[in-house]
């Protein structure tokens, strides 16, 4: 059974740049996307972006220019990198595996991390 | 990019049904058949409950359903129960590769 772990600094003072990481355990980590979600306080989630293992990225257009995914694969590992941060960052959070599209169906996120949450306070 | 557009609450009694419209456009929902449910309890993770429109994840119970008429999807909750209380979002691929959400909606059990 695959699982997802998570972590990352957890308090940021505004401009700096927020890094998160992610593991994956018990599953394959080829041929899946592995992608970013975050919920601010009391607020809905917005998709971040996601990378797979041969390094190609998706990235929401209105955060592109301040968020860089990388990946490890000898690892089984993701991260996130989010620069210039302000309050407006501060949010849970949350890695998750994306299943690939084909056959008439994909881009689902099937299996999630807890989530880490992020402060962004001077 | 724009949010997709779901009411922000719906409420049932037990046993009852209850619909949670997820509106986008022709270029997201309307256009794919790659609209997925989640259920989020409490500061708890998202878990998926819908896939491809109306596929059911293993472990799903049946009384989740999904479907979409044009450029809106549908999750019905039949036979609602405690435990549904919960938020949900649909989410959506929305062309160029990338995704975006629903903005939630929350589901109280009379």
């Known amino acids: 059974q695959v699982q997802i772990q998570q972590w990352g600094a957890g308090r940021l003072k505004p401009s700096e740049t927020l890094s998160l990481t992610c593991a994956v355990f018990?599953?394959?980590?080829?041929?899946?996307?592995w992608g970013w979600v975050r919920q601010p306080p009391e607020k809905g989630l917005e998709w971040i972006g996601e990378?797979?293992?041969?390094?190609?990225?998706n990235y929401n257009p209105s955060l592109k220019s301040r968020v860089t995914m990388s990946v490890d694969t000898s690892k089984n590992q993701f991260s996130l990198k989010v620069t210039s941060v302000t309050a407006a960052d501060t949010a849970v959070y949350y890695c998750?595996?994306?299943?690939?599209?084909?056959?008439?169906?994909?881009?689902?996120?099937?299996?999630w991390g807890k989530g880490t949450t992020v402060t962004v306070s001077s | 990019q724009s949010a997709l557009t779901q009411p922000p609450s719906v409420s049932g009694s037990p046993g009852q049904s209850v619909i949670i419209s997820c509106t986008g456009t022709?270029?997201?929902?309307?256009?794919?058949?790659?609209v997925s449910w989640y259920q989020q309890h409490p500061d708890k993770a998202p878990k998926l409950m819908i896939y491809?429109?109306?596929k059911r994840p293993s472990g799903v119970p049946d009384r989740f359903s999904g479907s979409k008429s044009g450029n809106t999807a549908s999750l019905t909750i039949s036979g609602l129960q405690a435990e549904d209380e919960a938020d949900y979002y649909c989410?959506?691929?929305?062309?160029?590769?990338?995704?975006?959400f629903g903005g939630g909606t929350k589901v109280t059990v009379l």
């Open positions: 018990g599953g394959s980590f080829s041929g899946y996307f």
């Open positions: 989410f959506s691929y929305a062309g160029s590769y990338t995704l975006v």
């Open positions: 022709s270029s997201d929902v309307g256009g794919y058949d790659y």
């Open positions: 491809d429109v109306s």
């Open positions: 998750a595996r994306r299943f690939p599209a084909g056959n008439g169906g994909g881009y689902y996120m099937d299996v």
């Open positions: 990378i797979n293992p041969s390094e190609a990225t």
